[in-house]
């Protein structure tokens, strides 16, 4: 037996290296690549957890660093004039709790010139005047005085939805000076969201029951929503369509796998992606949303406008009957991988994708992040991505060449992950603190080739083992 070890120990040594090599512990960060002649150049903005925001040039370069602003599952967003809006303050989530957040702009200095206090801010907010908070042309928030939706969490008891409390989500609208203009309540419209009876007893008994990050609260977080946004100006509505009024709000459930539009006069909900996706040919064709992400209508002006763009984040999500993965129901709907995907929600077509496959990858699970995550169309047509779980920030085309990839070297103390939630691109026109930097290519070497100086850092054994395969 001894010696029947002893013959195989060089391939398993060789094995054990070739699946090391499969998930690298070392890799680069910062820039990895970048293609000035193809990307839509501008700064990237994006926040982590105890460190606050950073604002990057193309070539990874920190331009500035928000230490006050921003967390680990909130956006931070830049406005014109170099001012950015986020989460200051308390990390709880629960409206007008003491110990929430508040929601706060601040200058390039990191000097507070708004701020609506205790706003409970969770996943989104918006600007009045730019429905998403990316950059469209001529699209840009009201900074003096326009009004802000805020996505944020409240304590309700439904028993329509289940026996346990719930961490309910509430959107509502403020003023300039803080006063709730309009607010909608997501288990108040259950009814709407065309679940099973299945799906109804599962909710009911398993509605997700999580401790909140506000202290000492806690509840069913049964439809988790991380996304909210105007639909803004749009063809749709241009042509009749009335479900896609521009002060109509688009939501999606992570913990449900929907996407919904709601009406801002009647509350109540027009179009619903989900959450059975075998109803009808055209859903089949779409395939299950699971965990998604930042869903939100492309704004006029840019390139896919009136289209429904969503990270579709795969993972596990969802209520239904028991399956062998899910015993109890609950995270019924499970896939390993992630997709980006671009949808006409008048046909219910999807019009592009971007996944593993299309950027060449065989194996889906090249591209996954389970969690957080988002994706923005930009003005010259390309997409950039945040596969936030690895802190993977990148631009492709509409063929699917990366353009541009940085890889975020911020990772936490405690515990050994560099999370990006989302990220943003701006022109250079939004920093006028800044002159626009000299554009330089970064050129990735060529990985599928192994140098001989790699050989060096490798054990003797290994080496002659490796050498002998070649």
Excluded at 91 to 101: F, L, Q
Excluded at 326 to 346: H, K, Q, T, W
Aim: glycine residues 10%; negative net charge; charged residues 20%.
């Amino acid at each position: 037996m001894k010696r029947a070890i002893l013959l195989f120990l060089p391939f398993l040594i060789i094995a054990g290296t070739v699946f090391l090599w499969s998930y690298p512990s070392v890799f680069p960060h910062g820039t990895t690549i970048y293609n000035p002649e193809k990307a839509f150049s501008g700064y990237t903005l994006f926040s982590v957890d105890n460190f606050g925001a950073f604002l990057i040039d193309m070539r990874g370069n920190v331009v500035r660093h928000w230490k006050n602003v921003g967390s680990v599952d909130h956006p931070v967003k830049m406005l014109p004039g170099g001012r950015v809006m986020g989460a200051t303050g308390n990390p709880g989530r629960i409206i007008g709790d003491e110990d929430s957040n508040d929601l706060a702009i601040v200058d390039w200095d990191d000097n507070v010139l708004w701020t609506y206090p205790k706003a409970g801010m969770h996943h989104d907010f918006e600007r009045y005047g730019n429905p998403v908070g990316y950059y469209a042309p001529g699209l840009e928030p009201d900074v003096a005085t326009g009004k802000t939706l805020i996505l944020s969490n409240k304590i309700v008891s439904k028993r329509q939805v289940s026996y346990r409390p719930l961490l309910d989500d509430i959107l509502y609208i403020i003023d300039a000076e803080g006063n709730i203009l309009w607010e909608w309540l997501a288990s108040s419209h259950i009814d709407e969201m065309g679940f099973s009876i299945e799906a109804r007893n599962t909710m009911f008994r398993y509605p997700n029951y999580v401790m909140s990050r506000t202290p000492g609260k806690v509840g069913g977080d049964w439809i988790h929503i991380n996304t909210a946004s105007w639909l803004g100006p749009n063809r749709w509505y241009d042509q009749g369509d009335k479900r896609f009024h521009p002060d109509n709000i688009i939501y999606d459930g992570r913990q449900t796998n929907t996407t919904g539009i709601i009406d801002h006069e009647t509350g109540k909900i027009v179009w619903h992606l989900g959450p059975d996706f075998e109803s009808t040919e055209e859903l089949r064709d779409i395939g299950c949303t699971v965990g998604l992400h930042h869903a939100h209508m492309i704004p006029k002006g840019l390139p896919g406008e009136g289209h429904i763009l969503i990270f579709d984040n795969g993972g596990f999500a969802g209520f239904g009957a028991p399956n062998p993965t899910a015993p109890f129901g609950m995270n019924n709907a499970r896939r390993d991988y992630s997709r980006v995907i671009e949808l006409d929600p008048v046909k219910m077509k999807i019009v592009w994708e971007y996944n593993a496959n299309k950027a060449g990858n065989r194996d889906l699970a090249k591209f996954y992040s389970d969690y957080v995550s988002s994706a923005q169309r930009l003005p010259n047509g390309n997409t950039l991505i945040c596969e936030g779980a690895f802190g993977r920030l990148f631009e492709v085309t509409p063929e699917y060449e990366t353009v541009w990839e940085y890889i975020s070297p911020y990772y936490q103390e405690k515990e050994n992950f560099n999370m990006v939630y989302r990220a943003y691109r701006v022109p250079y026109g939004y920093v006028p603190q800044l002159e626009a930097p000299v554009e330089e290519a970064v050129i990735p070497p060529d990985d599928r080739i192994l140098r001989p100086k790699d050989l060096e850092t490798v054990s003797p054994a290994i080496r002659q083992q490796m050498e002998k395969s070649f």
